[in-house]
């Protein structure tokens, strides 16, 4: 009850060859009597979309349709098998749905042998049908062979249960697990795979030229590309075509009669793409082994039962929250805001705030926990807790706790959905039905098992959602999302977009992007061409390979990468830290990787030191002078001095006076005579290979019309893309639309310590303003040096006072943002730049990935390399006089991705190169103060808001939203 239910994939047969969308069929629902909980929980079958849904609705079903309803579940079992727990003996009902006709599925359902098929299922016109029926009757003789052992067996189901061709990892699989059991059975095996030939959706690509609309042959062409599976192929021919698949439809007949359907098959694929590989990624967080061996079972054998004892021994273990909630951010990742709610309504207009899950379904699904409850007990997978009538005792807290539970609020520090522990024994205390606890049950002790933690930061304070949000419709709609619900196709990512539209009238406030899942067991997507870490199947914990999202919607050209031996601790002053553990040495923030200790280096001032010591403390590195006498270094990053360039490692030879981007990388005519020499700034993490300033482009004959990137150049005009600029023979000033803010030339310094031409220019280079004019101070490291570099330079003025703003590292002026300071490891990022053809690493390419974390268009990302070789991240607003609730939703923002970090949280750290980011600390603006101590804290939040006024000095920025 009290723990949300967060539930590991439904079995693969479900999730590929009866999808959410179509899960179950509504004919079913007919056998629960009209407006009964029975009734509307099977309705809701056929709205879920997502798979952990399904399966969390059917796990429970049984509460709200007793197994009595023999001719419900009879039905349901015929649509979903496996789902029922009665077992049948034909193979073929679990093809049912492929039939094309009604009349033949009704028949397949009622059918108990292939003979019983009669006129209703004709062969021509429903070979898939047969096709499957042929398939799991062969996978159910080949499989008989395997006999007691249980791995052989589930390995060679494995086989016959997917609805692709068989790939090599699952023939080797076989071919490893049965050789020493059953001959027979490899032989069996072989035959059947053989009788399927590799092949790819796109060799059906003949088909689409069938089709009798251009629109359907072009849409025909780009799905055979992109997708994967068959039903997902077909459900969008479908949708796009506009038909039903008939066997007269000359493009339909091609594809039904073809003795090769455009079945999702492969071309000796990586296993990756037949895992859950985002999964995969939480398993080496696990406490016990038995838990790390069932979420790695989970995560490469669909089909699998484990999930089934992983609920119960793992899902509410203490022990493993961490493994738990990471579980949790790949199937439903925390997103700000929430919505549209119809039962759920406290939890609407709070846009502020991180839930899982705030959707249609669960809300209808909190509804329809409360009606299960109010039978008296509530049924968890390992007790049952007797509780008095909900209705009448407590009736609004139980509300809460339902939607909560569905709703699944998230905070930043542990991200679990857990009701507090307070709130657990009170409502316990109330309404639990003692007379009917088991001997040595207490409210204490339940709740002990179910909500251990009471920290208001790390669980779900019910009195929040007793009430509604105090935030009007006109407030809320200050800070939107527009990818919360997600409006794009299963196969696509949303992005907002921030690059605005040269077409305002049709412009879209987000894009979506065609992706890959990390696996076809997986519902986590990333963009196309983003490169991949994704663990391997074979190697022990700590081994990766790097893949790339193709075009043909899975991960390719895997190539593993040395391994981290994750077991070999680090020995610092006499004591052992694990691998993964942060932790500080004086002022230095280090992080133990593989046996190495990575620390910033951070110049320390002791509290024994003198006051001598302390009056000529700098802060920066090696206590250089805070001159600033700028000189630009090899990695493309301006040091303010060379003594600060020679301290964190640069050779003479290595750096020359003056700022890089004052600087013409173009001068010397680097590029050939055919080629144009563009300028391109960058801050290089990798020092693997030269981190050139410049780019030598090809003179192109034509652009892509296709590609909007919008640029400005030096006269104020907008093109669509850099390439159109480069064809009109323009210079370019910034990427993005112009602004008239930038018309003139207002010369600003950067946080980087670069001065730019406008503040426009330093914006799409990625970086925060610090103060107008051109940089001529270095700020400080440490909050313990004095600011006399600084003294010279006029700030930007705060307003409201009471703003308690940061100031970045390095930096001479405060600003109310949020400021993340990144620890990260260079070994790593060296290994990245050598996957991909010694191109360097960039401080822009993380910040790209950072960005895509943030789902706010009010908020930002900016950021640089520090003189200490951090990563300094920036989330601030992009307006320049932004709203307290913007601000608010900034913060949120900046505490989201600071948590990623920290809990190596695979929705971030799957990504190249950002799985290099090892650990964060974060430092927000706050506002003092004034009210009465005796305020609430309800009443105290809600004048926080009210009261912040918040002016980030920046303009406008250039990125449109």
């Not at 398993?283 to 054998?301: F, G, H």
């Not at 009443?939 to 303009?955: D, G, N, P, R, W």
Request: proline letters at 7%; hydrophobic letters at 30%.
């Amino acid at each position: 009850m009290f723990v949300c239910l967060q539930i590991f994939a439904f079995l693969f047969a479900v999730n590929f060859l009866f999808p959410p969308l179509r899960a179950q069929d509504p004919s079913c629902c007919h056998h629960a009597a009209q407006f009964s909980p029975c009734k509307e929980a099977c309705d809701q079958l056929a709205t879920i979309k997502s798979e952990s849904r399904l399966k969390h609705l059917l796990q429970r079903l049984p509460g709200y349709c007793p197994e009595s309803m023999n001719e419900l579940w009879v039905c349901i079992n015929s649509t979903l098998p496996g789902v029922s727990r009665k077992v049948d003996s034909w193979v073929g009902l679990g093809c049912c749905e492929l039939a094309i006709s009604s009349e033949c599925r009704r028949e397949c359902r009622q059918a108990s042998s292939r003979n019983d098929l009669t006129k209703g299922c004709k062969k021509v016109t429903e070979s898939p049908l047969y096709s499957c029926i042929t398939k799991n009757e062969m996978g159910s003789t080949c499989c008989s062979y395997a006999g007691r052992h249980t791995t052989c067996r589930e390995y060679c189901q494995a086989i016959f249960r997917t609805d692709s061709t068989p790939t090599v990892s699952q023939i080797s699989a076989v071919t490893e697990y049965c050789q020493s059991h059953s001959p027979q059975l490899l032989s069996c095996v072989s035959n059947f795979t053989k009788s399927y030939p590799i092949r790819s959706p796109i060799d059906s690509l003949y088909c689409c030229d069938r089709a009798e609309a251009t629109h359907c042959q072009v849409a025909c062409r780009r799905i055979l590309r992109t997708l994967s599976t068959e039903h997902e192929i077909m459900e969008a021919l479908i949708d796009e075509c506009g038909s039903q698949p008939l066997p007269q439809d000359p493009m339909w007949q091609c594809f039904l009669g073809s003795a090769h359907p455009p079945f999702p098959t492969e071309k000796e694929v990586p296993h990756p793409t037949k895992m859950d590989c985002a999964k995969l990624h939480c398993c080496s967080k696990a406490n016990t082994s038995l838990c790390r061996d069932m979420c790695q079972e989970i995560s490469t054998n669909w089909g699998s039962q484990t999930w089934q004892d992983f609920d119960q021994l793992c899902e509410y273990n203490p022990r493993e929250a961490e493994l738990v909630t990471c579980l949790a951010d790949v199937r439903e990742p925390c997103q700000l805001g929430c919505k549209d709610l119809t039962y759920c309504t406290n939890f609407n207009n709070r846009p502020t705030e991180l839930f899982r899950s705030c959707n249609v379904q669960s809300d209808q699904g909190a509804m329809n926990d409360i009606k299960l409850w109010s039978n008296g007990t509530i049924k968890m997978p390992f007790m049952n807790i007797p509780v008095l009538d909900i209705r009448k005792c407590l009736p609004d807290t139980w509300k809460a706790v339902a939607c909560s539970l569905q709703i699944k609020p998230c905070h930043s520090k542990s991200r679990g959905s857990v009701i507090c522990k307070s709130d657990c024994v009170e409502i316990l205390s109330q309404c639990g039905d003692r007379k009917r606890f088991h001997e040595g049950q207490t409210p204490e002790r339940i709740c002990e098992l179910l909500s251990p933690i009471d920290d208001p930061e790390r669980c779900i304070p019910l009195h929040r959602y007793l009430t509604p949000s105090s935030l009007g419709n006109s407030i809320v709609e200050e800070v939107t999302h527009p990818c919360n619900p997600n409006p794009c196709p299963s196969s696509h990512v949303c992005q907002v977009n921030r690059k605005g539209c040269l077409d305002d009238f049709n412009c879209q406030a987000f894009l979506c992007v065609p992706g890959c899942k990390l696996g076809e067991a997986s519902d986590f997507l990333v963009q196309q061409d983003a490169r991949i870490q994704v663990p391997t199947f074979t190697g022990p914990a700590g081994c990766y390979e790097v893949c790339t999202c193709g075009a043909s919607g899975r991960l390719e050209n895997c190539v593993e990468i040395p391994c981290v031996d994750i077991s070999k601790p680090c020995v610092v002053g006499g004591q052992k830290k694990n691998h993964g553990t942060s932790f500080r040495l004086d002022c230095d923030s280090c992080f133990c990787f593989g046996g190495e200790t990575i620390c910033t280096d951070r110049e320390c001032l002791s509290i024994e030191s003198s006051n001598q010591d302390r009056q000529h403390f700098s802060g920066l590195p090696c206590n250089c002078p805070d001159h600033f006498i700028p000189v630009c270094a090899s990695n493309g990053r301006t040091y303010p001095s060379a003594c600060v360039a020679r301290c964190v490692g640069f050779k003479d030879h290595q750096f020359a006076f003056g700022q890089c981007r004052l600087t013409n990388p173009c001068a010397s005519k680097p590029c050939q005579r055919n080629q144009r020499c563009i300028p391109k700034y960058r801050v290089c993490l990798s020092d693997s290979s030269d981190c050139l300033q410049y780019e030598c482009v090809g003179r192109q004959l034509a652009c892509d019309k296709n590609h909007v990137d919008p640029v400005c150049d030096t006269d104020g005009l907008i093109h669509a893309s850099l390439c159109q600029l480069q064809q009109a023979g323009k210079t370019l000033a910034y990427m993005g639309h112009c602004q008239d803010a930038c018309k003139t030339r207002q010369q600003v310094c950067g946080h980087n310590g670069e001065t730019y031409n406008t503040p426009c220019d330093a914006y799409s280079d990625g970086v925060g303003v610090d103060y107008e004019g051109h940089c001529q101070a270095v700020g400080a490291m440490s909050e313990m040096a004095s600011d006399s570099a600084c003294a010279l330079i006029s700030c930007p003025r705060l307003s409201p006072p009471g703003c308690q703003p940061v100031t970045p590292p390095g930096a001479c002026c405060p600003m109310c943002a949020s400021a993340l300071q990144v620890l990260w490891n260079k070994d790593q990022i060296n290994t990245f730049s050598k996957l991909n053809k010694e191109q360097p690493v960039t401080v822009h390419d993380v910040l790209q990935i950072l960005r895509l974390h943030v789902s706010v268009p009010q908020c930002d990302v900016f950021g640089y390399l520090s003189m200490d070789q951090q990563l300094v991240v920036l989330i601030s607003p992009v307006h320049h006089q932004p709203t307290p609730l913007q601000m608010e939703a900034c913060s949120k923002e900046a505490e989201k991705i600071d948590s990623l970090i920290n809990f190596a949280s695979p929705t971030l750290v799957s990504h190249i190169p950002a799985s290099a980011l090892l650990a964060s600390e974060t430092k927000m603006s706050s506002i003092r103060s004034s009210g009465s101590t005796q305020m609430s804290p309800q009443k105290a939040a809600v004048c926080l808001i009210l009261s912040v006024v918040v002016v980030v000095v920046q303009l406008e920025i250039l990125l449109v939203v």
